[in-house]
Every structure is written in C-alpha cells, then in structure tokens.
C-alpha cells in the first residue's frame, strides 16, 4: 500500500465549477501538507501548504487537512480554463526530511 | 532571476550509454533533490542532499548516481544499469525542511532508443 493515495482522475468540469481533489496518507509522522499544480511539461509549482487540521484559504484556493483521518483536500472555487493541470499532494515526514507525493489528478476546465 | 536549471530539457540515448543530467540553483538552498516522473505514478524520489558532500538514497535510487560537490550543482547520472530509465526527471530544491516546500526546475525528458 502506498504511503499517499490520491483519487486518480481524470477531472473535467464545466467553467465556474466547484473541484474537490482528494489524498489519504497511511503514516501518522507527516507533519506537513501540500498541493502542488503542473502544467504540461513543466516543474510543478507549490499552490498551498498547511500543517494543521482545519482549512486555509488563499483566494479561490481552500486547502483542508483532517488529520484524525489522514485525509487531506484541496477545493477550488469559481474554476477556470487557466485551472487545467495535473495537482499533486505531497506529505513531508520531518522525520525522515523527504516529502512522498500523491500520483496526481489532471483536471481540465472547460470554457 | 533566481530559480533551478535543468539541461538538457531533452535527451535521447542508446540504451548502454551512462548519461548525466545537470541541476543548477542560485537560490541559495541547501537541500536538494532529484525526482523521476512516469505517467500515472507521480513523483519518485531518486537522491537527496541536505548539505554539500553528503546525500541519501530516495525510494528508486538502483541504477543512479549523484554528487554534491558545490552547494549550487546537484548533477544526477543515470547509468546503463538502469533498466527502464525513459522517463521526466525533476530536480528541486529547499530551504526549509521543516515544511519540506520545493522549487522546481522545467524538467529533463530522458528517451532511450
């Protein structure tokens, strides 16, 4: 069993839509907790991190982590074609000082 | 503009050909990493430098090889002992590993013939 499970996708949701993405992780020592977006061919880029349960918001971005069931989400409101990419979640274990990362989700937005 | 470099952004080898790809930052970070990019599966870690001179194996770390003799440059090579080596590989970097945030280099997409 993987350390991090993200639901696979694909996503396709009209423009405006709400998008829920979604990862459970397995190891109680992850302390940190991010949501990383890739464009096609390119580096992924940090969208959001937290280490707390509860939600933090950052404009249309909410990132919410629900530690008693390992369970972490990313929610993205009035979605737009400018959206379109694959996000990752990724957990870093401080102990271990590396971040294990989710498969990723590709999501398109359509006009 | 500060940031990592990733060259070449394409390679193409002959299976049997050891091949190094290159990883500069100016960002001034301690830690570095290497990660490799299937599709459908992710990110995988290769190799890990907290500091200059010392680096850790990742999950996938069989079949590579890496050095850290500068604190800018983390070159990894991948060798013929790799079996399936096509893949994209990503380089980032960090300075804060209590929140473990990476920066990104655009990638190096590997193809053996």
């Known amino acids: 069993q993987k350390e991090v499970e993200q639901d696979p996708g694909p996503l396709s949701v009209p423009e405006g839509a709400i998008v829920s993405l979604n990862c459970t992780y397995s190891n109680s020592a992850f302390q940190y907790f991010m949501w990383y977006r890739q464009y096609s061919r390119k580096g992924p880029e940090l969208l959001m991190y937290t280490y707390s349960s509860g939600n933090k918001e950052d404009g249309r971005f909410t990132a919410q982590v629900d530690k008693s069931s390992k369970y972490i989400s990313l929610f993205i409101r009035d979605s737009q074609p400018s959206d379109s990419a694959t996000y990752l979640c990724?957990?870093?274990?401080?102990?271990?000082?590396?971040?294990?990362f989710g498969d990723g989700t590709t999501l398109t937005v359509k006009p | 503009d500060g940031g990592i470099t990733q060259s070449p952004k394409y390679l193409f080898r002959k299976e049997g050909q050891n091949v190094t790809l290159s990883c500069e930052q100016n960002l001034n970070h301690d830690a570095m990493y290497w990660y490799r990019q299937d599709p459908g599966q992710g990110l995988r870690l290769i190799y890990y430098?907290?500091?200059?001179?010392?680096?850790q194996k990742g999950d996938i770390a069989e079949g590579y090889s890496v050095s850290r003799e500068k604190k800018e440059s983390f070159p990894l090579t991948v060798t013929s002992a790799q079996k399936n080596p096509t893949a994209f590989y990503l380089c980032?970097?960090?300075?804060?590993?209590?929140?473990?945030?990476?920066?990104f280099g655009e990638g190096s997409r590997l193809t053996v013939l």
């Open positions: 430098s907290q500091i200059v001179n010392d680096f």
């Open positions: 980032a970097s960090s300075n804060n590993l209590h929140t473990g945030e990476l920066f």
């Open positions: 990724a957990i870093l274990n401080t102990n271990a000082g590396k971040s294990t």
